[in-house]
């Protein structure tokens, strides 16, 4: 039996001490050192055992749809009874308007800590929902939380926000980490006891929050974020995990006065539909899920003031656009050195494939040249550190929403060529070896 000892918990943090201290090492906060008894882990009694994989029953995988049909894409077709997901992303971008949405068809109770029940009335019915279809809450407490849903068993219970939800007997402040992490298990074991499946909804804040969803993406099922360009009225939710799915599909949404709303011409809402041939700017195709979504990379070349030129990218990984602008200087003979690069992806989105790669080298080179591409021409390719241009995933649905789109030209990798070729685009298909034979083609 392990000796019983008492130990120092950071009620802000969740650090753990075996010396009570004023400060928290961990945190920086004063005061928040709590004396917290060791439970006794007590052995278990007999000899262990497994069982073999086959005598398992299987679980009750069948999809409960949602109604919003982006909702359900991401998710993998529909809610999983008594799977736990968590709803995250910064403040304002729609998370209690898309829960509200989907709440009608799961005769879900929701459990609100940041609004008032007017306020969420009020919302819903500019949403237009059936307001006798959803039960509405204000407790923040868990163990009140758990008995209501006991009582109600509602089809679904979405809480908003996980960080205003604490448990009583606990010591530490609403919101803190010890908090919000024990309310959430204690949540995630409601589920699975019960197959209700359960919404947890969490605010990213800016650094410095350190009670953010992050820290409940392991004990979760499901983990979306929701991202979008707050100048822009376009939503996506990415699934970054998935017990039940696939992570890569993309649900995008319209804010508009109804609330958040499916977008019809799905493939091209990143391209700017008045964009016309200027320095600095390459279209490319990405992958996402069952979606090949057009993207517009832009590029500021500017000479730099500075004696370590900076290099700043939005939408697009940094150390990636790192890469490429040693390739550019050392594989293409441009001269980067004394230049500020910076990227941008229109319309907010964010790429996370190396795809790209070619557009991004070719955006910057049309705005260091300040000479723009010829309209019409799309880049599809990842580049290798030796300058080389390297195949990517589905070539031909890429080739196909180029030819949609109306593009007359789309420079790929040669090994590429073959595929792309084959997809029945009626414009050239221009195989390059390298980015520098890229460059050498279109400038
Ligand atoms: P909200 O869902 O409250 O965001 P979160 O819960 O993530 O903090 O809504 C965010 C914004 O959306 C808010 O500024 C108002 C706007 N909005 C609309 O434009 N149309 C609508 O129908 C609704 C409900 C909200
Ligand atoms: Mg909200």
Redesign the pocket.
Known sequence: MAKKTDYFVCSACGADFSKWNGRCTACGEWNTIIDKPQEVKVKNSGTPSAVPLSSIGKENLERIATGNSEFDLVCGGGIVPGSVILLG?E????????ALQISQKLRALYISGEESPAQIRQ?GD??SIDPSKVNISINNEVDDIISLTHKMKPGCLIVDSIQTVYNAELPGIVGSVSQVRESASRLVDLAKRNDIPVIL?GHITKEGSIAGPKLLEHIVDTVLY?EGDFSREFRVLRAFKNRYGSVNELGLFR?????LEEVKDKNRIFLNPFRSPSPGNAVSAAFEGSRTILFEVQALVTFSSFSNPRRLSDGFDINRLLIICAVLEKHAGLKLGNFDVFINVSGGFNISETSGDLAVAIAIASSLKEKSVEEGSGFIGEVSLAGELRPVSQIEKRVQEFRFSGFKRIYVSEGDVEKARGAGFDGEIIGARTVSQVLGLVF
């Open positions: 992303g403040p304002g971008i729609g998370k209690s308007t898309l919302r500019r949403i909804i929701f804010m508009t006065e109804q609330g």
